[in-house]
């Protein structure tokens, strides 16, 4: 097993950053299916059956994409977890540790899916859904998360100023989601909220598919980069 | 489509398909009517198989809510559409009611257009007659002149009998035709014994009519009401108009009295329902989440979130400890899910309400039954009742009909309200009698079951009664009348509910002819039936007119 990866997933467990983190994510996960229960609120139009369910699936899908690459970007600090910055003055290859904080933030992803699970199944079981829908939402979710988790992982390693870090990320979640939500058809599935939607209603679909696949690619491409990124550090280090 | 293309509106209707095909096809006839404020139609399915050039025709049982939009009719076979006719609908076609004639000469109704009142005439056959009482709905009154009684069949006839006996209005006219009328069960429902053919010069009844005109020499039955050229009474809560003259004859067509003799014709007096379509909307449309259900949930999520903190904590601090994680979120998340399919199943209810109204003197009684579904979490729905029982939803919407009483589609969040109506036999008949000590009464419940809750309803006043079982004869204290008052608020019970409105509309209803007082009670008291998917509360109601003297009919 990646030994950067064993030594994230046992902070992002059992930290008590972490566990505050989590019980944060679960409270508010819980407070909208408490919201979503009244009968009443599936008569207005807007908020049909499956909307609601859909709704649930889609605010998880973001506050995982959140937190995932906010761990990884450093904006939230998960007591113990070295940085990729410390990890590039240990003895690990590169590789390892570009493929160790993907794989961490990959990991984290369905971590925080499984334990919204329980609360979107109150929300699909109440409102008469399939539970194949949450895992065919998971699909989406947890792959969008990993590419944000990969992209604040090199943010990580590319500003180091806080500032600098916070607004790219911040930029690109923005941009992604809301962006890419914004652009003509079929270009806006490559927006989670859009791909996840379709997921949700239509099954998974080439074009689900075809989304998955440009966020692992996306994943995969900050592997590469934040592995060259260890290296040049490593030559700058040698050097000075 | 409709009655000679009337369509009145709302009512049952029937909507004639000829088919032929070259093919042998299995499959079904659809008919899809537009529904307004919604993109789908509402839809009459009927199954059809049809033989290689064997032309056949297929009569769908529907109602139009509305004349705008296009009407649609498919063949479908094995999930294809095979054929297809758009069929516009129009306005100009859209009557509040229609006249049926059954005559052999369509032709001297043309005078109805002239009427303030949007009725019109449809001449039919005896073929065209409805098999089923719900199919006269539209039919402001039907018209026998000429009547092959071996033209109809059992069901035919039943229902025919059972539309005039709920409320129906029938009128058969004289002349040769009634003299050789030859149906016993049609002469025994007329109020006078029709005889042979008499000439009259001239008749006070029919004043400026051009003599001589053929009659039919009738000799009025006891408890009818009229004369030589007419006679009336009331079938159970219909009436049976018997003209001696024919109409339909060249010198009555150009009469300049007959608007005033049709118009009273179509406003013979009938006994309108107890309980009438807007009764419906006492019926409950939502029931809250239940907050055991609510305190449960909070229950489960604080020791889902604690028990997943615990294991959190274990997983960073012993090897596999990792395991219990994807553990409990499994054993919750399926805890949790069976539990809200149970509270989706709590609030998923049916409340029907039925009202049978007893009517006097036949042995039947017409039952009026509420139905609410209570779906707030939606899914698809499959409501069947009984075959006679045709059903219709208080508001249209987008619904599949297999047949006038299988009604299925998506439960609408915000309930879904139906009303079903039938005529039943009815073991159970009340007298009343007035005298100087009070008022006595008389139930005859025998075969019938136990009435629970009963109350003498007169003159907004009411009075108890102990539980009725076979029989009840009893003079009633006139010490121990209550008046009757509404509540300020109508009650929480659905039973008690509908009570209030049967008998607030008693009070405001006039006296029903030869009805003295009203009993109304409840039979078999509400019960919850727990079903696989949802509950069903139902509630049944009784009314009975106590009849005073001996009425004319049955």
Redesign the interface.
């Known amino acids: 097993m990646n030994p950067v990866l064993r030594a994230d ?3 992002r ?3 008590s950053k ?2 505050t983190l ?2 944060l994510f ?2 508010i996960i ?1 407070l909208l ?2 919201l979503s ?4 609120l ?2 207005l139009d807007e908020l ?2 499956g909307g609601l369910v859909l709704a649930s699936l889609i605010v998880s899908a973001v506050l995982t994409m959140y937190f995932t690459s906010a761990c990884a970007a450093g904006e939230i600090g998960i007591d113990g977890e070295k940085s990729v910055w410390d990890l590039a003055a240990s003895s690990f290859p590169a590789g390892t540790i570009a493929l160790g904080k993907v794989l961490s933030a990959a990991s984290f992803a369905a ?1 925080q899916w ?2 919204a ?3 979107v ?8 859904e399939s ?1 194949m829908a949450i895992l065919r939402a998971a699909l989406v979710g947890i792959a969008a998360a990993t590419a944000f988790g990969a992209t604040g992982t090199f943010y990580s390693i590319m500003f180091e100023s806080d500032f600098a870090r916070s607004f790219a990320h911040w930029t690109t979640l923005l941009a992604v989601i809301v962006g890419g939500n914004a652009l003509p058809s079929p270009w806006h599935a490559l927006s989670p909220v859009r791909s996840l939607a379709i997921a949700v209603r239509e099954g998974v679909r080439p074009t689900v598919w075809l989304v998955v696949g440009v966020y692992l690619l996306t994943a995969g491409i900050c592997v590469g980069l934040v592995r060259r990124r260890v290296e040049r550090i490593r030559i700058e280090a040698r050097t000075t | 489509m409709g009655w000679a293309g009337w369509i009145p509106l709302r009512a049952w209707l029937p909507v004639r398909v000829d088919l032929q095909a070259s093919l042998p096809v299995d499959g079904e006839v659809v008919v899809d009517v537009p529904v307004q404020g919604y993109d789908a139609p509402m839809s009459f399915r009927q199954p059809v198989r049809l033989l290689p050039g064997a032309p056949q025709r297929v009569a769908v049982e529907a109602f139009i809510p509305d004349t705008r939009g296009v009407l649609t009719v498919r063949l479908v076979a094995s999930g294809r559409e095979v054929a297809r006719r758009d069929v516009p609908l129009s306005t100009a076609r859209a009557v509040e009611s229609v006249v049926l004639a059954l005559t052999h000469e369509p032709a001297g109704l043309e005078f109805l257009s002239e009427l303030t009142r949007k009725i019109r005439a449809a001449y039919i056959t005896e073929e065209d007659l409805p098999a089923q009482w719900q199919g006269y709905t539209g039919v402001r009154l039907l018209v026998i002149r000429d009547f092959n009684e071996r033209a109809i069949s059992p069901a035919q006839r039943r229902g025919f009998e059972q539309w005039v006996a709920q409320g129906g209005r029938l009128l058969v006219t004289g002349g040769a035709p009634l003299v050789t009328l030859q149906a016993p069960w049609l002469l025994r429902m007329l109020p006078a014994d029709p005889g042979g053919l008499i000439n009259v010069q001239r008749s006070d009844d029919l004043s400026g009519v051009p003599g001589p005109i053929s009659v039919t020499a009738l000799r009025l039955r006891r408890g009818a009401a009229g004369g030589p050229m007419g006679a009336r009474w009331r079938w159970g809560s219909g009436s049976v108009l018997l003209w001696a003259f024919d109409p339909f004859a060249p010198a009555l067509r150009s009469w300049s009295g007959r608007a005033a003799m049709w118009t009273a014709a179509l406003d013979a007096p009938v006994r309108p329902w107890v309980a009438p379509a807007e009764m419906g909307d006492a019926l409950p449309a ?4 239940a907050g055991s259900v ?1 305190v449960w ?2 229950v489960l ?1 604080g020791a ?2 604690l028990a ?2 615990r294991a ?6 012993v090897r596999g400890g ?1 395991l219990a ?2 553990m409990v ?2 054993i ?10 149970q ?2 199943r709590a ?1 998923t209810s049916v409340v029907q309400v039925s009202i049978t109204e007893v009517i006097p003197g036949t042995g039947l009684a017409r039952v009026r039954t509420f139905a609410a579904l209570i779906s ?4 698809t729905f499959h409501l069947r009742a009984a075959e006679d029982a045709w059903m219709q939803p208080a508001e249209p919407r987008p619904l599949t009909f297999d047949a006038p009483f299988a009604i299925s589609g998506n439960a609408a ?2 309930g879904l309200r139906v009303d079903a109506t039938q005529v039943v036999p009815a073991p159970l008949d009340g007298y009343a009698t007035i005298s100087d000590a009070g008022l006595r009464v008389v139930i005859d419940n025998r075969g019938g079951p136990n009435i629970a809750d009963a109350r003498i309803v007169r003159g907004g006043q009411i009075y108890r009664l102990p539980p009725i079982g076979a029989m009840l004869s009893l003079s009633l204290d006139p010490t121990r009348w209550e008046p009757f008052a509404r509540q300020p608020h109508p009650p929480d019970d659905v039973s008690d509910r509908f009570m209030e409105e049967v008998v607030a509309r008693l009070q405001r209803q006039p006296p029903a002819p030869g009805a003295i007082a009203w009993l109304v009670g409840r039979v078999g008291g509400g019960h919850a039936v727990g079903g696989p998917a949802l509950q069903i509360d139902a509630h049944r109601l009784v009314v009975v007119p106590l009849r005073g003297a001996l009425e004319g009919g049955p």
């Open positions: 997933l046992r902070y467990l059992g930290s972490a566990l989590h019980t679960l409270v819980a299916t408490f229960l009244p009968p009443d599936a008569r049909r059956q971590l499984l334990l699970g329980p609360f199944a109150v929300v699909a079981g109440i409102r008469g539970l | 939502s029931r809250p989440l609510q949930l909070l999520s889902y979130i997943v903190r959190l904590r274990r997983a960073g601090r990792w994680v994807p979120a499994t919750f998340a399926l805890a949790m899910y069976g539990f809200a399919l509270a989706r609030g707030p979490y939606g899914g969040t915000s």
